[in-house]
């Protein structure tokens, strides 16, 4: 498969939403719409601390995005790099463009010399789980949130 990323354009909104509705169901997840409206434009924003937006395309169709942003570490003075959401369509997983994506995310934490990229994703989610076993290194991190 020919990929192209390229990062999320104003432009691009209706292809972002497509594939950004298609992540929130696979998680069984909705968002109001004011929410989602907001992460579209945080995304577009020149904020050094504000998330950044790619998208994968393969002939012309939106095959793919990532969500990341950069933050502090009180371990690493340089900063750390967290990969938020990665979704790819079903008619492109196993093709390279999940790999890609992931891998954009580690050029533009490279160029920002920030060597430590981390992302979550959940125990039951093993098509992703095998992409990132090749590219990712598990850790033994459980992680906890505040009950609402």
Not at 7 to 25: C, G
Not at 65 to 77: D, E
Not at 132 to 137: E, F, L, T, V
Request: with cysteine; net charge negative; aromatic share 14%.
């Amino acid at each position: 498969m020919q990929l192209d990323i390229t990062p999320l354009q104003r432009a691009d909104k209706p292809h972002w939403a497509q594939l950004w509705y298609a992540y929130l169901d696979f998680y069984e997840t909705t968002l109001p719409l004011d929410v989602y409206n907001a992460t579209f434009e945080a995304l577009l924003s020149d904020d050094v601390h504000a998330p950044c937006g790619l998208l994968a395309w393969s002939d012309g169709q939106a095959v793919g995005l990532v969500h990341y942003l950069f933050h502090a570490h009180c371990w690493k003075p340089a900063g750390i790099c967290y990969l938020q959401d990665l979704y790819v369509t079903e008619q492109a997983r196993a093709q390279g463009a999940g790999r890609a994506l992931i891998e954009a995310v580690y050029h533009a934490a490279d160029a920002r010399a920030v060597p430590d990229v981390y992302w979550t994703t959940q125990d039951f989610n093993a098509t992703a789980r095998r992409l990132y076993d090749k590219i990712g290194q598990e850790t033994p991190f459980i992680k906890y949130v505040r009950p609402t």
